[in-house]
């Protein structure tokens, strides 16, 4: 792993070249904990928010940027197609302390998103990328705050835009830069296409540019992060869908990039002590917040369980645990039946041959582009739409 340019955040060097991606509804303060417990010192991103929302002062989003006391770094991924907005909302969040690092989010395929000139949309207009990400920068700067971004191959193989995209990024100061090698058109089918982050990579030296390049895209057991930087040359990498339901896949690449021996996947007793402690995270997380409640924690509870269950079913996936147990976690409301559920769970089992490529999250595509008319044919930093509140932005900023 010689010859990489090192990734850092502020004066914050992780302990390995690892991020955790941002997504909507996964990566927010408790499963970012439960992360740390395998593999501390990591880059961990928060779930999206959007700029409107947050200069906005929106509710909903403000509690959303929730960081432990002990978390460090402080990462958030804001997204947003107004130069101005994201300008405003990076400012807010560093002048008031809250983060230690803003990623752009440029790389949302969601047909809602791109359809009005936003998320994955944004990469094929240069002049409104560059503006935004120059007044993220512009925003941050004073306060210290590393500003990185997040992007696809382009809208489809005929409109590949990473490259272009990653230059304009570097010219304008962005820390590092992170590829999903897939196109918006694929969306989360096929294979992640390693190619392009070498590609991107050398397109990044050739211009003189010393920032990270990561790569981003089917990383869903530690073998696959050493051949993705071995292959490709890039600087790190970014864990999208491959950590759902296996947060330890941290600890395995922490291990992996460090040339040591990686643990054998854990048994299902292990597994279930990680579930436990996780919904009880995300509860505590709820109920701090007074999200899903009325002012009794039972109520928290119910929110906190009803949004676990996804994380049951991935925690899950691979191992012997039959269709009605799975069916009865799809369905835990609290955690006592969470506990008994668990109980009943054979904890010498373990996982299948080939479980931890079971494919967890969005495997859905090819989609349809969908992008606002005549939106090609500009090239400025204008962009007519209506951005769509928190709740109308899908999960799918993963990898």
Same mark, same amino acid.
């Given at each position: ?17 690892? &991020? ?33 929302? &947050?200069?906005?002062?929106?509710? /909903? ?22 130069? $101005? ?30 359809? /009005? ?13 560059? $503006? ?80 990270? &390049? ?55 007793? @292990? &597994?279930? @002590? ?37 994380? $049951? ?59 606002? @008319? ?26």
């Amino acid at each position: 792993m010689t010859g990489r340019v090192p990734l850092r955040v502020g004066d914050h060097i992780p302990a390995a070249p690892v &991020v955790l991606a941002p997504m909507a509804g996964v990566t927010n303060a408790a499963y970012r904990r439960i992360c740390r417990s395998f593999a501390p010192g990591l880059v961990y991103v928060n779930e999206m928010v959007m700029a409107t929302a &947050v200069a906005y002062r929106n509710d /909903k989003t403000l509690r959303m940027m929730t960081f432990a006391s002990e978390e460090q770094p402080r990462s958030l991924q804001i997204y947003g197609s107004d130069p $101005a907005q994201v300008g405003r909302a990076v400012r807010m969040v560093c002048e008031e302390g809250r983060v230690d690092h803003v990623d752009l989010n440029f790389g949302c395929p969601a047909a809602k998103v791109t359809r /009005k000139g936003g998320g994955a949309a944004v990469p094929a207009r240069p002049a409104l990328l560059r $503006a935004i990400v120059a007044a993220a920068v512009a925003g941050a700067e004073p306060f210290g705050v590393p500003v990185t971004a997040k992007f696809r191959m382009g809208l489809t193989d005929d409109l590949r835009t990473d490259v272009r995209a990653g230059l304009i990024c570097a010219d304008e100061g962005i820390t590092w830069v992170a590829l999903h090698a897939r196109t918006v058109e694929q969306h989360y089918a096929g294979e992640a296409r390693w190619n392009a982050i070498a590609e991107l990579k050398a397109a990044i030296v050739d211009a003189g540019h010393a920032i990270p &390049v990561l790569g981003n895209g089917d990383i869903w057991e530690a073998a696959d992060g050493v051949a993705m930087m071995n292959q490709t040359g890039c600087d790190g990498v970014v864990v999208g869908r491959g950590c759902l339901g296996r947060p330890w896949l941290f600890r395995d690449l922490v291990e992996a990039l460090s040339g040591r021996p990686v643990l054998g996947p854990p048994t299902l007793g @292990e &597994v279930a @002590e990680v579930i436990a402690a996780h919904a009880r995270a995300l509860v505590e997380h709820y109920t701090e917040d007074g999200v899903g409640r009325s002012g009794r924690r039972v109520a928290g509870e119910d929110f906190a369980m009803r949004d676990f269950r996804k994380h $049951a079913s991935w925690y899950l996936t691979g191992y012997p645990v039959g269709p009605e147990a799975r069916r009865r976690f799809s369905m835990v409301s609290s955690l006592a039946e969470l506990d008994d559920l668990l109980a009943g769970l054979d904890p010498q089992a373990e996982l299948v041959e080939g479980g931890q490529r079971i494919r967890r999250g969005h495997t859905n595509g090819p989609i349809k582009v969908s992008l606002p @008319e005549g939106f090609l044919c500009a090239d400025d930093a204008d962009v007519d739409m209506t951005i769509p509140d928190d709740d109308a932005v899908m999960a799918v900023s993963g990898g």
